[in-house]
């Protein structure tokens, strides 16, 4: 008589299978949900474009070379006498910055135009950080233009969108900026604190006839200090020679670009403090996506491995730069080619040179 196999060892395995399936499922379903930014974008080449390349300037700078010859390397003509520079900056509480941006800058800048805003952009209430620190940039006072704008409180039943809050900050410069004395054919930088351009920038359009009416400034980009530079990513910096119809913004603008014309320091604080107020303030605060991403060990812990803040993947069109990016910032021990107030006063800002990525607790 034939044996017939037990119907229970054939039923055990899709069983089985069965019970991985209904756990896998909501597992994944929850990974997905979790990543779904760090999903999103590594596959960013797939589903987005870059925008078009722009026309780079080459530029042409060394010490001891003549204003003569370093116009002419351009393709640009020597002015008979130098254009006043007015440079527009939106400052939100980048305070060290700032007094290296104005320290740097003041030989070649005929007024500072500084506005903040009483709300974040995301609609936070916030001091007003320039304001109670006017002694500390007290040797520019004559050259500084500021102002304060009202800004909008969210609600929770408002939603304010922040790039909304952003942009509306950004067109109340162009008041401040006529208030200031502008005038046609004068030079408007265009930026927020962080982004400063080289004094050599400012000399090449002070004293050159011929350059472009609009151009980007290509920055190199730091990212916590000097210790980490990222790459020449840094574009939004503008300059422009003054007509009627300039308007005061810090999206593309053209497709011409002037290549390494300064830097750009991201999250360049000396305190942890100062890193969570700009993490919940600014336009991408829907980055934190958990309480524990603003605590102070944490933010030490990445600033001196030069990890993201926010666990997030690389910004990039292309998988090839993407995998290329993939990991911490690879750390820099040059302190060459700096803003030259940095370096004389390296003490006073030893957190922003190599070795220094230790913060300091902020004093009450």
């Known amino acids: 008589m034939a044996i017939r196999p037990h119907l229970t060892s054939r039923r055990k395995p899709h069983k089985f299978l069965k019970v991985l399936f209904l756990l896998l499922v909501p597992i994944c379903i929850i990974g997905i949900y979790i990543n779904a930014q760090k999903i999103s974008y590594f596959f960013r080449p797939l589903w987005d474009n870059p925008p078009c390349p722009f026309t780079r300037i080459p530029h042409y700078y060394a010490e001891?070379?003549?204003?003569?010859?370093?116009?002419?390397?351009?393709?640009?003509?020597?002015?008979?006498?130098?254009?006043?520079?007015?440079?527009?900056?939106?400052?939100?509480?980048?305070?060290?910055?700032?007094?290296?941006?104005?320290?740097?800058?003041?030989?070649?800048?005929?007024?500072?135009?500084?506005?903040?805003?009483?709300?974040?952009?995301?609609?936070?209430?916030?001091?007003?950080?320039?304001?109670?620190?006017?002694?500390?940039?007290?040797?520019?006072?004559?050259?500084?233009?500021?102002?304060?704008?009202?800004?909008?409180?969210?609600?929770?039943?408002?939603?304010?969108?922040?790039?909304?809050?952003?942009?509306?900050?950004?067109?109340?410069?162009?008041?401040?900026?006529?208030?200031?004395?502008?005038?046609?054919?004068?030079?408007?930088?265009?930026?927020?604190?962080?982004?400063i351009p080289s004094p050599h920038t400012l000399k090449l359009l002070q004293w050159c006839d011929g350059i472009p009416p609009v151009m980007h400034l290509e920055l190199r980009h730091y990212m916590y200090s000097f210790?980490?530079?990222?790459?020449?990513?840094?574009?939004?910096?503008?300059?422009?020679?003054?007509?009627?119809?300039?308007?005061?913004?810090?999206?593309?603008?053209?497709?011409?670009?002037?290549?390494?014309?300064?830097?750009?320091?991201?999250?360049?604080?000396?305190?942890?403090?100062?890193?969570?107020?700009?993490?919940?303030?600014?336009?991408?605060?829907?980055?934190?996506?958990?309480?524990s991403f603003l605590s102070h060990s944490r933010i030490q812990k990445l600033i001196c491995n030069g990890d993201d803040l926010f666990d997030m993947l690389p910004e990039e069109y292309s998988f090839q730069e993407l995998i290329k990016k993939i990991g911490s910032i690879p750390r820099s021990a040059s302190a060459v080619h700096l803003p030259a107030y940095l370096l004389e006063n390296a003490d006073k800002f030893k957190f922003l040179l190599p070795g220094g990525c230790l913060r300091t607790p902020q004093s009450r």
């Not at 370093?70 to 520079?85: A, K, N, T, V």
């Not at 941006?101 to 609609?123: A, D, N, Q």
């Not at 969108?161 to 054919?185: C, K, T, W, Y």
């Not at 810090?250 to 969570?276: K, N």
């Open 64 to 195: 001891n070379i003549s204003m003569d010859h370093l116009c002419h390397l351009h393709g640009w003509s020597l002015r008979s006498e130098p254009r006043r520079i007015f440079d527009g900056i939106i400052f939100s509480n980048e305070l060290d910055i700032l007094e290296i941006r104005l320290r740097e800058l003041y030989p070649h800048v005929y007024k500072f135009v500084i506005l903040e805003s009483k709300t974040t952009f995301t609609g936070i209430p916030k001091p007003l950080f320039f304001a109670s620190n006017k002694d500390r940039f007290a040797f520019a006072q004559h050259k500084i233009v500021h102002d304060v704008f009202a800004g909008r409180i969210a609600t929770p039943r408002s939603h304010e969108d922040p790039f909304v809050l952003e942009s509306e900050q950004r067109a109340f410069m162009n008041g401040l900026i006529h208030r200031a004395g502008i005038s046609s054919g004068d030079i408007l930088l265009m930026s927020d604190a962080d982004e």
């Open 227 to 291: 210790e980490f530079p990222v790459d020449y990513s840094s574009w939004r910096a503008t300059a422009h020679v003054f007509g009627p119809g300039t308007r005061y913004k810090h999206s593309r603008q053209t497709d011409v670009i002037l290549s390494d014309a300064g830097w750009h320091c991201s999250f360049c604080f000396r305190h942890i403090e100062e890193f969570v107020f700009k993490m919940t303030a600014y336009s991408h605060a829907d980055r934190v996506r958990q309480k």
